[in-house]
């Protein structure tokens, strides 16, 4: 992109920053650290979900690298941590999807002992086959995980309760196992292929038991994030009560999660004795609670709800490199230092949760600073924006049936189309038809309304895009409701959220403003206060496909292709400015100002009959504003602590038309200067030598009869076709 001698700002071969065309940021005459919004940005990561366990992973690897620092731990540990975590790692996925799941389970440690001395044994003391056993122990463990699953779910009894009441049943039914059976356990010297795999084979150059952990994590993570039943999940433990009048079986999904836990704690039993072919009666004495911290230290929430299996896992990796730290320490150093860990990352989690959102609304509006120009005084008598009374007394049509019109299209037989806020796209039979009829029932915001090539009305629907509306049934079908996704935003910017006006051009396509990719239309208060560069402009092809030709547009809020239809005018609410896109042509490529420092904010742009233009300003600058667009801390304070009907914005009330030509010039202003009838005045149209007033806060379109003088012989309603305009005209007579 370059700035040309005349302020035209120019495409480069390779388009604008990152492909999204032509950019518009240096109209702002902002430096280049001012297209960076530091606390929205701020507040769009943190608003990520991917977040929610951020922090507290973050502070698990500064801790995990603090310990590899201090201590002897090394690449020689390396084979016994990898043992730990898939042991535990299998323990920690069954709790991650207890815990999102709004439940917890400290019966874990006590069912690994129970199938792991099941295990040998069925083995050694009972002679079973140990295939079998290596399928069955699971099984015991799901069995297990069921018996706390049918007290938790189905009798509702409470999940603490009732798993620390189950690790003491499990554990003393263990140690009952290895009183009876320590003997026969003792000195067999008993061998198995399957035992010997499980313990010492590979699987494509991996220890079984890490590739088994592995195995297991991916279907984990798919299950939870991919599935329906790991939604199921997540909803669950994010408000049960919910997920149960949304149609959700929560009985039936709790159950479950206790009984995937069981299992995953019964395979983790059995890879243990596998390694370690121990019948120490203290095996998973302790462990549910070093599964609960490396947990919560991958940012799995206590709440429910939130939480992920990858980041699990590497709580999991940063416990099993304490554990292999205090490995010959004195006394219960382990214990100890993993009773601290879970008290602090505990705390942390509830706070975190809580501070978060409170950041997020607090950054989410971050204003820029603008340097308005001069203020031109408009009460001066004598000049041409002197007020008049050239609106006032317009007769209305629609009056108390509409509901906000952004915008009309009328036809050449003075039936009246326009938009209203309740999504609907009313037709009116000129002003004696006081009832109107609902046209048809779009949804979304209908703004922007313009004729194609083949008579149909294109209509810009805010929050969805653009439709295509059938003159004579109003069925309508989707041009376009989306484009690609800016390869580095953090915040999905694809969907056309605020598109509000459009026109065609001579090749048949649609140019079309999107005035934020951060704010829907009815939050336009939002851009009034920021005007940052959050806008576009936007293409579609006949074939629907659509792309950004310019991008890091302050409040782009109206759209007219030129009448030789080389050009698109935009206008700019923020900037106070009115902008030329040359389309084709030797311009082509470049973006170059028609008016600038306007002393009012422009809204919709429309062709007039004698080849100028219309355009309403649907706000006046003043001194107060002017002021405040050059503090934006004093901006961004009021959005934190005025209520949002007291902000401070652009007065709106106003009911002002300019006419103006290519050339920049303002020929004519029209005025209701005592804003009778039409307050607010956000587009117009031009049809038989009247002007249809409309405004998104009136409840009516206005019919003012225009000067002769004004009105010329091109049918303005009709697509330029990229002929000369008096050619044009004929065409279309």
């Known amino acids: 992109m370059t700035t040309t001698t005349d302020g035209s700002v120019s495409l480069s071969p390779g388009g604008g920053p990152l492909g999204r065309g032509i950019d518009a940021f240096p109209l702002t005459g902002g430096k280049f650290l001012d297209r960076f919004a530091r606390y929205r940005s701020v507040s769009e990561l943190f608003e990520k979900r991917w977040m929610e366990g951020a922090v507290p992973l973050v502070l698990a690897l500064v801790l995990s690298a603090f310990v590899l620092a201090t201590t002897n731990v090394g690449a020689h540990n390396a084979p016994l941590i990898m043992d730990n975590v898939a042991i535990y790692g299998l323990i920690a996925i069954g709790l991650t999807f207890v815990m999102i799941g709004g439940g917890i389970d400290l019966s874990v440690g006590s069912i690994v002992a129970f199938c792991g001395l099941g295990a040998m044994v069925a083995w050694h003391a009972w002679g079973w086959n140990p295939t079998l056993v290596a399928i069955l122990a699971p099984v015991a463990g799901a069995l297990l995980g069921a018996v706390n699953g049918f007290f938790i779910a189905i009798v509702r009894m409470r999940p603490f309760i009732t798993t620390l009441v189950t690790l003491v049943t499990f554990g003393g ?40 952990f592995l195995v297991t994590l991916v279907i984990a993570h798919l299950l939870l994030t991919r599935s329906r039943w790991g939604w199921w999940v997540t909803a669950t433990g994010s408000d049960r009560r919910s997920a149960r009048r949304n149609g959700i079986p929560v009985t039936a999904v709790t159950f479950w999660t206790y009984v995937l836990s069981g299992a995953l704690a019964g395979g983790a039993g059995l890879i243990y004795q596998t390694i370690n072919s121990r019948t120490d009666p203290n095996m998973g004495t302790g462990w549910e609670i070093t599964v609960l911290t490396a947990v919560v230290l991958g940012g799995v929430s206590l709440a429910g709800g939130r939480g992920s299996v990858l980041r699990a896992t590497v709580g999991v990796a940063v416990v099993a490199i304490l554990q292999q730290a205090t490995v010959g320490t004195e006394g219960q150093a382990f214990s100890v230092i993993l009773a601290i860990v879970l008290l602090v990352f505990t705390i942390l989690d509830l706070k975190w949760g809580k501070y978060r959102q409170r950041a997020v609304e607090k950054l989410k509006i971050d204003p820029a600073k603008l340097q308005p120009g001069p203020l031109e005084d408009i009460t001066k008598p004598g000049t041409i924006w002197t007020p008049n009374n050239k609106l006032t007394g317009a007769p209305p049509v ?108 001579p090749d048949g396509s649609i140019y079309a403003s999107d005035f934020s990719t951060r704010s829907n239309t009815s939050d336009f208060q939002l851009e009034l206060v920021e005007f940052r560069d959050n806008g576009r402009l936007i293409r579609i092809d006949p074939d629907g496909k659509a792309e950004v030709v310019v991008s890091n547009y302050v409040f782009p809020n109206g759209v007219v292709t030129a009448h030789d239809g080389q050009s698109i005018l935009v206008s700019s609410t923020g900037l106070c400015r009115v902008d030329r896109l040359w389309i084709s042509g030797p311009k082509e490529g470049q973006l170059e100002p028609v008016l600038e420092n306007l002393p009012g904010y422009p809204d919709n742009l429309c062709r007039s009959s004698d080849g100028n233009y219309w355009m309403p300003l649907v706000a006046l600058r003043t001194q107060m504003a002017d002021l405040f667009s050059r503090h934006p801390e004093v901006r961004r304070r009021m959005t934190r602590e005025v209520s949002l009907d007291n902000w401070v914005v652009p007065q709106l009330n106003v009911s002002c038309v300019i006419k103006f030509n290519d050339a920049g010039e303002i020929l004519s202003v029209l005025w209701d200067k005592e804003l009778e009838d039409y307050p607010m005045v956000t587009g117009v149209k031009e049809q038989n030598g009247f002007l249809y007033l409309c405004g998104v806060s009136n409840n009516r379109i206005g019919k003012a009869k225009l000067d002769p003088s004004e009105v010329g012989t091109i049918d303005n309603n009709a697509a330029p076709t990229g002929k000369p305009a008096a050619a044009t005209a004929e065409v279309h007579a």
């Open 173 to 212: 039914a263990a140690r009952a196992l290895q009183s009876a059976y320590s003997a026969e356990m003792a000195g067999t010297g008993q061998t198995s292929a399957t035992w010997d795999f499980l313990a010492n084979g590979s699987v494509l150059g991996l220890h079984t038991c890490w590739f088994l």
């Open 398 to 505: 629609g009056l108390g049936k509409i509901r906000g019109a952004e915008d009309c299209a009328v036809d050449a037989d003075g039936n009246v189309f326009c938009g209203d806020r309740r999504g609907w796209v009313w037709k009116f039979n000129g002003i004696e038809d006081t009832e109107g009829e609902i046209f048809s029932r779009t949804g979304g915001f209908p703004c922007g309304h313009k004729w194609d090539h083949d008579g149909n009305l294109i209509v810009a629907v805010g929050g969805i895009g653009v439709y295509r509306v059938d003159p004579h049934t109003g069925e309508y079908d989707v041009v376009s409701t989306q484009v690609k996704r800016s390869p580095f935003s953090l915040i999905d910017d694809s969907g056309l959220r605020a598109i509000d006006d459009l026109d065609i051009a």
